[in-house]
């Protein structure tokens, strides 16, 4: 299947099932992706059954907290198994594990795909691999933090098992630090959008040794066990916390060869060791004078918007290379583009109401700058780490080095002047 060949005839060939919560940003560059390759692109997510296709794509309504009855119900729907299936954010990972088993297709095992989104399972199966993993102690709901707290060593970490993109990860260096933490994570446990979600994980906090480094990011794909990186990104900006807010990514990697192959080769044994076999796979990892140390391997591609940072071959996209490959093609040969990218996740300074920015064409006329997404919505309520779970936008740029890309995502972020008002006390 490539991008400009005509359409499979066998429908089955060319239908690929997405799950995807409802709030995520990759649905649509999937559809443009699918357009471009002629595919049929089957989206099913965690909405409403009962309401007459809200968002008009015709989505399978599914219950992530359910992956079995989901997975029977996405094959009900169907009729004809899919040719490949795709899970977009943590949660469809599992359902996405128990759709490909039962329709017969290369994927993860479900124990695997849940090993990889709760990090004490991850951390466990690391250790007994050999792997370096970071000293950890689970923290069950209701436990004595002044307990916790006084037997830590430090600093340390705590965060939740199963949330992404650094929400409720807190770095602690004294007991006090570690008290308040521990209030802090539990009160998020208990929001509104998590106890949504039905899932056991979330009564369960993590505390383990921070481990100093240089932090990357991988992104690839497994092949019926096998390994295949397509880029590694350097996170310039230092990630020592209090909170752990990514912001700038950049490929490719400044690090020795040396040390790019010690991180290639640390994440596929680490995403082995885990049981995965089949699918994309995003990892985040740690180095420093010790070795690699892996903080996540999650069976589905980077999340956002950032996957705009990279394009292969005759400029396609990342998810049509991930659609290729659920469809059966092999990617193992494909290549990055020969220049450096980035993205800059536009971090939120405080908590308030979104009322609008300034400097957006500004920031788009910096030499190197593609293009800037603002996707925070006006008017609504902005939450900072470790509470939030979003960004204000995206900066994209392209250029001969990484160092310049960096530079053109600061100098471009520093022409935006965004307005966040205090919101008002509500009364009782």
């Known amino acids: 299947m490539t991008r400009d060949a005509s359409v499979v005839p066998d429908e089955r060939q060319r239908t690929i099932v997405l799950l995807a919560t409802t709030t995520g940003y990759q649905i649509r560059s999937f559809g443009e992706a699918a357009r471009a390759l002629g595919v049929r692109l089957v989206i099913a997510s965690d909405r409403c059954d009962h309401l007459d296709d809200p968002w008009h794509d015709d989505a399978i309504p599914i219950r992530f907290q359910d992956p079995e009855g989901s997975a029977q119900r996405v094959l009900d729907a169907l ?234 071959g005759d400029d396609a996209s990342l998810e049509e290379v991930l659609l290729r490959h659920a469809a059966g093609e092999d990617v193992r040969g494909i290549q990055r583009e020969t220049a450096a990218s980035g993205v800059m996740m536009i971090p939120i300074p405080a908590r308030g109401v979104f009322r609008g920015v300034d400097g957006v064409e500004a920031a788009r006329a910096v030499s190197l700058i593609n293009d800037v997404k603002i996707t925070a919505k006006q008017d609504a309520l902005l939450l900072p780490l470790p509470e939030g779970r979003s960004y204000l936008g995206f900066i994209f740029a392209r250029g001969d080095t990484p160092m310049a890309v960096e530079r053109a995502l600061r100098e471009a972020h520093a022409r935006l002047h965004f307005t966040i008002e205090r919101e008002l006390a509500v009364l009782p």
């Open 79 to 312: 009729g004809d198994p899919p040719a490949g299936v795709i899970a977009v954010g943590d949660r469809p990972t599992v359902l996405a594990a128990h759709l490909a088993a039962r329709a017969g297709l290369p994927g993860n095992p479900p124990d695997a795909a849940d090993r990889s989104r709760n990090k004490l399972a991850a951390r466990q199966a690391w250790r007994s691999a050999g792997l370096l993993t970071p000293a950890f102690d689970i923290v069950p709901s209701g436990s004595d933090a002044e307990s916790i707290a006084t037997a830590a060593s430090y600093p340390a970490v705590v965060k939740p098992l199963a949330l992404s993109g650094s929400r409720g990860v807190i770095r602690v260096d004294t007991p006090d630090e570690c008290r308040a933490a521990l209030d802090r994570v539990r009160r998020l446990l208990h929001a509104d959008d998590i106890r949504g979600e039905r899932d056991a994980v979330h009564e369960v906090m993590l505390i383990e040794s921070f481990i100093p480094g240089c932090e990357f990011a991988v992104e690839g794909v497994l092949t019926n066990g096998v390994f295949t990186p397509f880029a590694i990104f350097d996170k310039p900006d230092p990630l020592d916390g209090p909170f752990f807010e990514e912001t700038i990514y950049v490929t490719p990697s400044r690090a020795a060869a040396s040390v790019q192959q010690l991180i290639v080769e640390t994440v596929s044994e680490a995403a082995l060791a885990l049981g995965l076999r089949h699918g994309p796979v995003h990892a985040e990892c740690r180095v420093n004078d010790r070795g690699v140390f892996v903080l996540e391997v999650a069976a589905r591609p980077i999340g956002g918007l950032c996957s705009r940072a990279l394009r292969f």
